[in-house]
C-alpha cells in the first residue's frame, strides 16, 4: 500500500506522498512550500520527529498528520531586525534618558553655573522629599537659566533650619551658600514650590546686592520676569515676553530674609550687631547651633 502523510501548517493541509521520502527530504519540501528554513522547523507526529536520514513510512504511520511549526525566514528576518532597532533605541534612550532637557543641556554638576550640591535637614519626617524639591530647584530649567544668564555659582542650596521661624531664606556671602524655608510651620508639609522659587529668586538678587535697595529690587524683578520667560521646556503655557509672572513689592523684601548674611553675621551695608540687633544675631547663633549639631 502507498505510503503517504498529511501535512499541516496554520490551518493548510497538504496530501504529501512519502513512499522514498527521507526526512531531510520532507524538510526540503517544507522549506520550498512555506518558507521556513529547516533548521528553524519543527515536525510533530505524537512527538518530534529529529532523524533526517530516515525513511518517513519508518517514522511515521501510513495517512498520519505531520504538523508543521516554525517561522518563515522573511518574517524572521523582519523581526530579527525590528528586534535590533528596538536595542539600539533602548540603548539610546539609557545613554541620553530620552528628555530634551538632558539632551540638550547638561547637568548642573558639568555647568559652569548652578548649585554644587544641596542638602536636606536631618529630620526623619519626609527627608527625602526635601531633597527632592532641592534638586528640583537644581533642574529647574527656568531656574538654570536665570543662573547662567547672571552666571551664579552656588556652593550649596541646603533645607533652612525650622527654628530660622522670622525668615524664608538667606543667602551666605554670596553664594557659598542658600538655605530656603521648605516646610510648612508645623513640618507636616511642604510650602508651594512656585513660592519657595521666588524666594530662590529673592536669594540670588543678593548674589549682587547686599541690603534691599532699589537696585536690589529692580533685580530681583528680573529674576522673577526671566525665570518664566526663559523656561523653554512649558507646555501648553504662554512663555516669552507676554508670560505671567509674579512681580514682588519691595516691602516684602524684609519678611524674606532681612539682607543677605555676612561671613561675621549681620546685615551686609548696616552696622555690626548690637543689642538691638537681635533677629540677625539670633538668627546667626540659630545656624551656628545647628551646624554644630550636624556635623
Known sequence: MPHSITLSYKGHVTCIPTDTLTLGQLRAHVEQQYGISAVDQKLICKGLLRNDTAMIRDLVPNNSKVVVMGTPSAELASFQALNARRQIGRANNLKYRATSSDVYHTRATTDEYGFDSFKELNIAH??????????????????????????????????????????????????????????????????????????????????????????????????????????????????????????????????????????????????????????????????????????
Not at 553675621?265 to 538668627?283: K, Q
Open 126 to 295: 519626609r527627608q527625602r522629599d526635601a531633597l527632592q524639591m532641592l534638586h528640583r530647584l537644581g533642574r529647574d530649567e527656568g531656574v538654570r537659566q536665570v543662573m547662567r544668564k547672571h552666571k551664579y555659582s552656588v556652593h550649596l542650596l541646603r533645607e533652612l533650619h525650622p527654628n530660622e521661624r522670622t525668615i524664608l531664606g538667606y543667602n551666605r556671602n554670596r553664594g557659598e551658600e542658600i538655605a530656603l524655608r521648605l516646610r510648612t510651620d508645623d513640618l507636616e508639609g511642604f510650602r508651594d514650590y512656585e513660592s519657595v522659587r521666588r524666594v530662590l529668586m529673592h536669594e540670588l538678587a543678593h548674589m549682587v546686592w547686599d541690603a534691599h535697595d532699589d537696585n536690589f529690587h529692580k533685580l530681583n524683578r528680573e529674576h522673577c520676569k526671566e525665570v518664566v520667560e526663559l523656561d523653554w521646556t512649558v507646555r501648553g503655557q504662554t512663555v516669552g515676553p507676554q508670560a505671567e509672572y509674579y512681580e514682588p513689592q519691595p516691602k516684602e523684601a524684609e519678611a524674606v530674609d532681612g539682607g543677605s548674611l555676612a561671613a561675621s553675621g549681620f546685615v551686609l551695608g548696616g552696622s555690626a550687631p548690637s543689642s538691638s540687633d537681635s533677629r540677625d544675631t539670633m538668627r546667626e547663633q540659630t545656624y551656628s547651633a545647628y551646624m554644630r549639631r550636624a556635623k
